[in-house]
């Protein structure tokens, strides 16, 4: 019984340590999927605003609340691959009047659709290298997760993400 009640302070000093890390994990998975996200950005379909490798915080709060609006960057669920998630600029939400560029790599064609209800028309900035609605059509409003409003990493790229203006 000595043996037991010597360990005693380490088994309750070890029980507090795991339910304090325990409660900051749920409190980081509540935020992470409710609040704000840390994503990598990863590809040059965002160029120049965003770069290969940028750190970027997003808040999922005006996505959530159906206050997206054009010029906004975005993080998306892939309609091509579910299981991956892309970044892109809104240019046009449900009701807007979108014109674009079928290729701009091949010709000066364009094409003008109507975005329809519950849905966004999304393009990368970098229009020559980016997949994008010009291929798949406009993107069910379901799939946009959350709005880029901070560039976090590098230090040297840190800035607050403002509107730009879609043309």
Not at 38 to 59: D, I, Q, R, T, Y
Not at 142 to 147: D, K, M, N, Q
Request: hydrophobic share 40%; glycine share 6%; charged share 25%.
């Amino acid at each position: 019984m000595g043996k037991l009640l010597e360990w005693m302070p380490i088994v309750k000093d070890a029980l507090h340590k795991t339910a304090v890390a325990a409660n900051i994990l749920c409190l980081l998975h509540v935020t992470n999927v409710h609040l704000f996200s840390v994503v990598k950005l990863v590809g040059p379909s965002m160029l120049p605003a965003f770069n290969n490798g940028n750190f970027v915080l997003s808040e999922r709060i005006t996505s959530r609340s159906g206050k997206v609006r054009s010029g906004d960057a975005v993080i998306i669920r892939s309609p091509e691959d579910p299981t991956k998630v892309v970044c892109k600029r809104v240019k046009g939400v449900e009701g807007d009047v979108v014109s674009y560029v079928v290729d701009p790599n091949k010709s000066d064609e364009q094409k003008t659709v109507e975005v329809p209800k519950g849905h966004v028309w999304i393009e990368g900035d970098n229009i020559n290298n980016s997949r994008d609605s010009r291929q798949f059509g406009a993107v069910p409003y379901a799939l946009v997760e959350s709005r880029i409003f901070i560039v976090v990493w590098p230090s040297e790229d840190f800035r607050l993400i403002r509107k730009y203006k879609v043309m």
